[in-house]
């Protein structure tokens, strides 16, 4: 599980249309996109928005029009290709900000799927690196959604050995890398706050 509580700033890329859930209620969907950070000049980055059908005057406007929300921010898998989807409690175009972004909160349940790297700064302070995995069933296979995380300030505890499961919560990081390939590949990244066991079998 990977949730987000966020603030997205950003372009509308086009009109709200009207859809339907599996229980008959309608909602709003469109799409914002927002530039995320590289090693260059930033990576377009597009987001699928749902909202109550209520808000349908509030974010009807001109494309290209910025705009702020907030809402909750969740991630979907599709072989290499990650999707956002956020399901938007408010929306803006009034004293948004010029610079576009995506900040806010991440929660994560999952498994340490790697070596966990303990290290220290110049000051000699410790902390913590590794990588862990979520998982989702897709059809018939299962999608694994990897999350980088940082901790400072602490030490590698006793538990954090044979690939344990955890759930942490921290400041959310997104950005672009190449992959070895050349690709751009959006890295979900974590500053965690807490880590703690999670009991896998409990989902």
């Known amino acids: 599980m990977i949730k987000c509580n966020v603030k997205l700033?950003?372009?509308l890329l086009n009109q709200p249309q009207i859809r339907k859930n599996k229980d008959n209620e309608e909602f709003i969907t469109f799409d914002v996109t927002t530039t995320l950070p590289d090693k260059g000049e930033g990576t377009k980055q597009t987001i699928s928005v749902a909202m109550k059908k209520e808000e349908l005057a509030q974010a009807t406007r001109p494309v290209g029009t910025r705009v702020q929300l907030e809402g909750?921010?969740?991630f979907h898998k599709t072989?290499?290709?990650?999707?956002?989807n956020m399901s938007a409690t408010s929306i803006t175009a009034d004293g948004?900000?010029?610079?576009?972004?995506?900040?806010?909160?991440?929660?994560f349940r999952g498994t340490i799927g790697n070596e966990v790297q303990q290290k220290t700064d110049k000051n000699q302070k410790p902390y913590i690196l590794f990588s862990a995995y979520s998982s989702e069933k897709v059809g018939d296979d299962y999608t694994y959604t990897w999350v980088s995380f940082l901790q400072f300030d602490t030490t590698k505890p006793d538990w954090m050995i044979s690939k344990p499961g955890i759930h942490a919560t921290g400041k959310l990081q997104l950005s672009f890398y190449k992959d070895r390939t050349g690709a751009s590949r959006l890295e979900i990244g974590c500053t965690a706050k807490t880590i703690e066991l999670w009991d896998k079998t409990k989902q």
């Open 79 to 84: 072989r290499d290709t990650l999707y956002l």
């Open 72 to 74: 909750s921010l969740t």
């Open 96 to 107: 948004v900000p010029e610079a576009d972004s995506i900040t806010g909160e991440i929660e």
């Open 9 to 11: 700033v950003g372009t």
